[in-house]
């Protein structure tokens, strides 16, 4: 079946560690998205693609960095620089506006991110 | 910011069926309204979307107020499987400058479905 898939299910970063979470999707969609999640609270963009090769900030981006090298793949890397990294993470993909443009957001099941 | 506003919980006897309602007062005319949700520690899953009719599939209904400053996602027969966040976000999807950003969700309606 068709969809989206992130690895691992948890992850645990020590101090001063750079760690990559995997989000790959197998829908032929073209644009990518990382959000953040804490404890109750809605969703914040990360960093978002529409193209291979090319990527925007979104409102949350320091401390993190991303990649896009294939259509299928968007892997998000959080740096150590990003001082409280404890969160839930979500990648989510979708088609672009001049495709079937109601498709919606697919979203994977999340990494939860805790440091050690 | 989020465009919608909602009530932070709600509870809802099984069976029965569930209303969850949001206000998105500034919607302008080429914005959609859609609903997801969220179960505890997975992946928000789509529901449903309508522009100014209202929508119905397998899953729920979707009631727009005729000014579309409001709407109402109705879960027809709950079942404890219905708990969860449920998010309304309003967004244009042919908006291709805010495309990335456009996808804004707040904190949700916090849905107990009880036995």
């Known amino acids: 079946d068709g969809g989206i898939t992130q690895s691992p299910k948890y992850l645990f970063r020590k101090e001063g560690q750079n760690v990559t979470l995997s989000c790959e999707q197998n829908l032929n969609h073209d644009a990518m998205y990382w959000y953040r999640q804490d404890p109750g609270q809605g969703l914040r963009l990360i960093y978002y693609s529409q193209i291979v090769n090319d990527f925007q900030k979104g409102d949350i981006a320091e401390g993190y960095s991303v990649s896009r090298e294939k259509k299928e793949s968007f892997p998000l890397t959080v740096t150590s620089a990003q001082k409280n990294p404890t969160a839930f993470y979500l990648c989510?993909?979708?088609?672009?506006?001049?495709?079937?443009?109601?498709?919606?957001?697919?979203f994977g099941d999340g990494t939860r991110l805790s440091i050690l | 910011d989020a465009k919608t506003t909602q009530p932070p919980s709600m509870d809802c006897a099984e069976g029965r069926a569930a209303n969850l309602p949001c206000n998105h007062s500034?919607?302008?005319?080429?914005?959609?309204v859609y609903w997801y949700r969220q179960i505890h520690s997975q992946g928000p899953q789509y529901i449903i979307h309508?522009?100014?009719n209202n929508e119905t599939n397998e899953m729920a209904s979707l009631i727009i107020t005729e000014d579309r400053k409001s709407s109402t996602l109705i879960l027809p027969h709950a079942t404890l499987r219905d708990t969860a966040v449920y998010y309304c976000?309003?967004?244009?999807?042919?908006?291709?400058?805010?495309?990335?950003?456009?996808?804004?969700f707040g904190p949700g309606t916090r849905l107990s479905v009880l036995p």
């Open positions: 989510a993909s979708t088609t672009l506006p001049d495709r079937p443009y109601d498709q919606p957001q697919h």
């Open positions: 309508g522009l100014k």
């Open positions: 976000i309003v967004r244009d999807p042919l908006d291709t400058y805010n495309y990335g950003q456009n996808f804004v």
């Open positions: 500034t919607i302008s005319g080429n914005e959609y």
